[in-house]
């Protein structure tokens, strides 16, 4: 799309699978079950099918349903890095503790809607990009 585009084809979009807004205002969100992720020692991988709506203008009309499926697996190794907390106001930014490991993520993605558009990628992989694995607490949680 050219970026300099005026007038109304500036917000057409071809696909935008999303949850929809909620009722408390909450959108781009999806909840999952706790069953779809599961751990095991350096292991972890989460496997989700969500029912969606596939959106085609930008606060347009005509939504048609949709389905997206992800399965990634993240496998850690190396040295566990810690955060401590700058602060424990849960308003400060550096109000975090963590430990992480590095890690790679490798994952499968597909969707479709009802009108017949679809995708899948398959073998995607964060090896040449970024991936961590670990937990972390913020805010409240932190004390």
Request: aromatic residues 12%.
């Amino acid at each position: 799309m050219d970026l300099f585009q005026s007038g109304s084809d500036y917000f057409n979009q071809l696909h935008d699978f999303n949850p929809g807004i909620a009722d408390s205002g909450l959108f781009w969100t999806v909840r999952v079950p706790d069953s779809a992720l599961t751990i095991e020692g350096s292991i972890a991988r989460l496997q989700v099918n969500a029912s969606l709506v596939d959106t085609f203008t930008f606060l347009g009309p005509g939504p048609s349903n949709a389905t997206v499926s992800f399965d990634v697996t993240w496998t850690s190794s190396g040295k566990m890095t810690h955060f401590t907390p700058g602060s424990l106001d849960p308003a400060d930014p550096t109000s975090f503790a963590a430990e992480f490991r590095d890690a790679t993520a490798v994952g499968s993605f597909s969707g479709s809607n009802e009108l017949g558009f679809s995708f899948t990628a398959s073998h995607a992989s964060s090896e040449e990009v970024f991936a961590r694995m670990g937990t972390e607490r913020n805010g409240s949680f932190l004390q």
